[in-house]
């Protein structure tokens, strides 16, 4: 069994032989960091950290495995899906080998970002601006991978170094007050300095800083922090984003619902942009989410009552895949293995979908999380919508196809109001496991299942949040 965390001490310890073995952008010691392409390559290793499939990163199925605890996802109640069933059913063990991508991943990136933010001061050819920019993009992924970190795992340890000690191996968890500290440094320091323009598609500009920081701010006013003046930051600093949407090149896409999930629109806030190569592909598009009638893996589908609540319309169309070509003849969902409807938004393909490896995207912030962040904080921290709020849900509601709410909601029934067009909107896309968690709501949005749906265990505040993975607690009885 691969240790993950130990990995990375491994990974620290080896800058310098790594530097002699000419290793292939995922590991850059400081040495190599004197000079502008230096930085520039290290800062690639860490974005390619993200994405190496089924080893480290968003684009396997892990994400989708591990937001299971709410009420938009299941897997399939037999075959060879144990792995998925324990995160729906709250008894996640901690040799799950769905967590290790995730957790692997996200510890790379943060010694990568290490390595540029300790070294970059040692730059002499670089022009200011990108070196700044290569730097305030480093502190971008270091805040994103410690928000995932801290959002599955609570206590995590808090690395700032990239250089190895002998007391890493005993390295303690710090708790998740310190975490969200270190974050919203990382996403102030990378505010002030990643400009305005994306330098290519997959990378942040100043606001997807600021979108990102909004969304710490709107989890930390929530469970396990719950400091209630956070949410008077989100809405303000979702609201700075929407108001320079066009210097920032964000809006609504409009042209097809689905056609958001192929990345490359006005909607992408933050984007991982895969190739469909071996060395980096989306593998949780196409058969992770197609019935075994169509030959899928049936990994992750809708839960029966999210798919029964979910308001009619061209969204949901676009949503769902609820019929099916098997054998030339169409069936329904209800004929399906599972019974299930599948999630259509990531079947969109180019050329055959029944496929594990694609070159599709992993939209990671839209800017519709920007309008539902705005409207949501808004009317949770005033106590009353104002119409700017109104705005910002209404024109997500409007290009579902559904009408306007109702003027005149109180602040608490705005927001619960905004709270379920998070669900519908982000169906599926590892978002509503996050709101029921910092709202403190995992335990209704598991009472009253369908009976075709799985059953959870006992739900407590303490299976919030996941093991560490077990071979790296092994190593370090600390963790």
């Known amino acids: ?49 993200l994405m190496v499939p089924w080893e480290s990163g968003f684009t396997t199925v892990s994400q989708i495995a591990m937001c299971m605890g709410a009420d938009d996802l299941t897997t399939h109640p037999g075959s060879n899906k144990e792995e998925f069933r324990e995160f729906d059913r709250f008894n996640v063990s901690s040799l799950n080998s769905r967590m290790t991508p995730i957790w692997r991943g996200c510890y790379k990136v943060i010694q990568s970002t290490n390595n540029i933010i300790n070294n970059y001061t040692a730059v002499k050819d670089g022009e200011e601006a990108t070196v700044h920019a290569i730097v305030g993009e480093a502190y971008f992924l270091r805040a994103l991978s410690y928000y995932w970190l801290t959002r599955y795992w609570g206590k995590v340890p808090l690395l700032l170094t990239e250089k190895y000690s002998a007391e890493l191996l005993n ?15 990382d996403l102030k320091k990378a505010e002030e300095w990643v400009p305005n323009t994306k330098r290519n598609p997959g990378r942040p500009n100043k606001g997807s800083v600021k979108a990102l920081l909004a969304d710490v701010y709107l989890t930390e006013a929530g469970w396990p922090l719950k400091d209630a003046s956070k949410y008077a930051l989100a809405a303000a600093k979702a609201k700075e984003v929407i108001d320079a949407k066009a210097t920032y090149n964000f809006d609504l896409y409009q042209d097809g619902f689905l056609k958001i999930f192929a990345g490359g629109t006005v909607e992408d806030v933050f984007t991982i942009f895969t190739r469909g190569q071996w060395s980096t592909y989306n593998s949780f598009y196409g058969l992770s989410t197609m019935p075994e009638n169509e030959g899928g893996w049936s990994d992750f589908f809708p839960e029966l009552n999210f798919f029964h609540n979910f308001p009619e319309g061209s969204r949901k169309d676009a949503t769902f895949s609820t019929s099916f070509v098997v054998n030339g003849v169409t069936i ?20 055959n979908k029944a496929t594990y490896m694609s070159n599709n995207p992993v939209i990671m912030i839209r800017y519709a999380h920007v309008l539902l962040i705005y409207a949501e904080a808004q009317a949770r921290s005033a106590g009353t919508p104002s119409p700017e709020a109104y705005a910002a849900v209404n024109a997500v509601r409007q290009r579902a196809g559904l009408g306007n709410l109702p003027d005149g909601l109180a602040g608490p029934v705005f927001a619960d109001a905004v709270l379920n067009e998070r669900a519908w909107e982000f169906a599926g896309e590892w978002s509503r496991w996050f709101d029921l968690v910092r709202l403190e709501l995992v335990e209704a949005a598991n009472e009253d299942k369908d009976p075709g749906d799985l059953e959870p265990g006992a739900i407590t505040k303490e299976k919030y949040w996941m093991p560490v993975p077990g071979a790296d607690a092994l190593v370090n009885p600390n963790l």
């Open 1 to 49: 069994m691969k240790t993950y965390f130990f990995a990375l001490i491994i990974l620290l310890a080896g800058c310098s032989k790594a530097l002699e073995e000419k290793p292939r952008g995922l590991v850059v010691g400081s040495e190599g960091l004197s000079s502008q392409a230096g930085l520039e390559a290290a800062l690639t290793g860490a974005y390619g950290s």
């Open 171 to 185: 390295v303690q968890k710090s708790e998740p007050a310190a975490i969200y500290k270190q974050i919203e440094e």
């Open 332 to 351: 329904p969902w209800q004929e399906v293995t599972t019974k299930h409807p599948y999630y259509k938004k990531f079947t969109i393909q180019s050329g």
